[in-house]
C-alpha cells in the first residue's frame, strides 16, 4: 500500500525535491513548518516538499497502541534489542518509491535530498546506504541506525560519497547521544566518509535555531 503523504508543490516549475520523514508518533504536519518557511525564500521556489505519513500500527513499547511508525519498537534505547527488520526495510521500499516518483516527473536523482527526524532519520540513512541512484543529500536529525543485519544485503557504493548530515542534541532522553556517534562510525567505517555530525549542546529530542540554521544551509547547498 502507497503511503499517505502531504505535498507542496514548488511555486515555480519544480526542479528539486525534499523528502522528509516525521518522527514516532508524529504525522507529515510536524515537519510542515519547514516548507511554509522556505518557500518565502527565492533558492527554494523552484523546490517540491514532500512529507510522508509513517503507518499506524500497534506499538509493541506501547502495549500495542496504535502509533505511527515506521517500525516497531520492541525496547527503547537499546541497540542490542531485537529489531524490526521487516518493517523498516519495508518503509524504505516505500520511500523509494516516493524518491522515484520524483525522478518519473523529471527530478534529477542529484536535485533529491532525504531526510527525517528520530525513525524517519533512521530511514533517511537506509536510502542512503541501499539507493540505487547518487542523490543530493541526506539529513538525519536526532537519528540511529540499528538495522544491521538486512543492510549487509543491501548496500550500494552508489551514494558514498554524498553528503549527510547528522544533527545530534547532547541531552537527548530518548535516542542518546552515543547512539549518534555509534551510527556515525557505523557508516563511516562502511565507506561513507562525507558523513558529518554536529553535536549541539543542551538539545534534547528535537531541534533548535542553530540546528534549523544549519538545516537551511545543508539544503541550499545541495538542491
Avoid at 134 to 160: A, H, P
Wanted: charged share 20%; net charge negative; aromatic share 10%.
Amino acid at each position: 500500500m502507497a503511503l499517505n503523504v502531504l505535498r507542496v508543490n514548488a511555486p515555480k516549475t519544480a526542479t528539486s525535491s525534499i523528502i522528509i520523514m516525521h518522527g514516532l508518533g508524529d504525522s507529515s504536519e510536524g515537519w510542515k513548518f519547514l516548507s511554509d518557511m522556505l518557500h518565502q525564500h527565492e533558492t527554494f521556489q523552484s523546490t517540491n516538499f514532500i512529507f510522508p505519513n509513517a503507518p499506524i500500527k500497534p506499538l509493541t513499547i506501547a502495549n500495542g497502541e496504535m502509533v505511527s511508525q515506521w517500525f516497531d519498537i520492541f525496547e527503547m534505547g537499546n541497540p542490542n534489542a531485537r529489531q524490526d527488520e521487516d518493517g523498516y526495510w519495508n518503509s524504505i521500499n516505500k520511500i523509494k518509491n516516493l524518491i522515484d516518483d520524483e525522478v518519473n516527473n523529471g527530478i534529477e536523482p542529484s536535485k533529491i535530498i532525504v531526510g527525517g527526524f528520530s525513525q524517519g532519520a533512521s530511514l533517511s540513512l537506509g536510502i542512503a546506504s541501499t539507493y540505487e541512484k547518487k542523490l543530493g543529500g541526506i539529513l538525519c536529525l536526532s537519528g540511529f541506525f540499528n538495522m544491521k543485519k538486512g543492510i549487509k544485503e543491501r548496500i550500494v557504493d552508489v551514494n558514498k560519497d554524498t553528503d549527510i548530515f547528522h544533527g545530534h542534541g547532547d541531552l537527548d532522553p530518548m535516542i542518546n547521544i552515543n547512539m549518534a556517534r555509534d551510527a556515525a562510525t557505523y557508516f563511516k567505517g562502511l565507506g561513507f566518509n562525507n558523513y558529518k555530525l554536529k553535536e549541539y549542546h543542551g538539545m534534547g529530542h528535537s531541534t533548535c535555531n542553530e540546528e534549523i540554521s544549519d538545516i537551511v544551509e545543508f539544503l541550499s547547498k545541495h538542491i
